[in-house]
T-cell receptor, first 109, second 118 residues
Framework: GIQVEQSPPDLILQEGANSTLRCNFSDSVNNLQWFHQNPWGQLINLFY???GTKQNGRLSATTVATERYSLLYISSSQTTDSGVYFCAALLYGNNRLAFGKGNQVVVIP | DTGVSQDPRHKITKRGQNVTFRCDPI?????LYWYRQTLGQGPEFLTYFQNEAQLEKSRLLSDRFSAERPKGSFSTLEIQRTEQGDSAMYLC????????????????FGPGTRLTVL
């Protein structure tokens, strides 16, 4: 099946700093989603982005499908941005999301 | 839109007992998925339904696990003769597989059921 790798695995940020999280995937995808998992375990949808660029407030994401990677940008980070960010990909003709191991982000005040 | 709901949120059981979890998807979603997440890992796919039909099962879903979606609405996941290795967060997701386009098959997750097997 498809392999999804996220980097860096752990990131500590000072409040106000910017950061970039990367997701590499091993095959062509029909769907690419970014999630934020809150401390209670809930996965919050951030972006549905099989290709192109999207922005939502201080977050933006870019997927370059032909090069099999996606980036999540966090600007002017806040302590509420802390948590685990997951990238998940769906192969063409498939229905199971394949998740990476996540990026653990800690934003310190 | 009330989102995906799961019940219970937490379950503690003794090894060998049976447990059942429930998932209510977003109302207009015809696809429903179950995933399992262990500590420090991303969620792993278990099974999925389109309407009431169970169309795919992962090899992670041993014969002690059974899932149903009897009327194409809510779903249940039962684990029989629980083992300590079953301790995990069980996540349910739903999506709409209508016409391809923006948000096609975007999956939305519930809050999860955290299972602890003693």
């Amino acid at each position: 099946g498809i392999q999804v790798e996220q980097s860096p695995p752990d990131l500590i940020l000072q409040e106000g700093a910017n950061s970039t999280l990367r997701c590499n995937f091993s095959d062509s995808v029909n769907n690419l989603q970014w999630f934020h998992q809150n401390p209670w375990g809930q996965l919050i949808n951030l972006f549905y982005i099989p290709s192109g660029t999207k922005q939502n407030g201080r977050l933006s994401a870019t997927t370059v499908a032909t090069e099999r990677y996606s980036l999540l940008y966090i600007s002017s980070s806040q302590t509420t941005d802390s948590g685990v960010y997951f990238c998940a990909a769906l192969l063409y003709g498939n229905n199971r999301l394949a998740f990476g191991k996540g990026n653990q982000v800690v934003v310190i005040p | 839109d009330t989102g995906v709901s799961q019940d219970p949120r937490h379950k503690i059981t003794k090894r060998g007992q049976n447990v059942t979890f429930r998932c209510d998807p977003i109302s207009e979603h015809n696809r429903l998925y179950w995933y399992r997440q262990t500590l420090g890992q991303g969620p792993e796919f278990l099974t999925y339904f389109q309407n009431e039909a169970q169309l795919e099962k992962s090899r992670l879903l041993s014969d002690r696990f059974s899932a149903e979606r009897p009327k194409g609405s809510f779903s249940t996941l039962e684990i029989q003769r629980t083992e300590q290795g079953d301790s995990a967060m069980y996540l349910c997701a739903s999506s709409y597989s209508g016409a391809a386009g923006r948000g096609y098959n975007e999956q939305f997750f519930g809050p999860g059921t955290r299972l602890t097997v003693l």
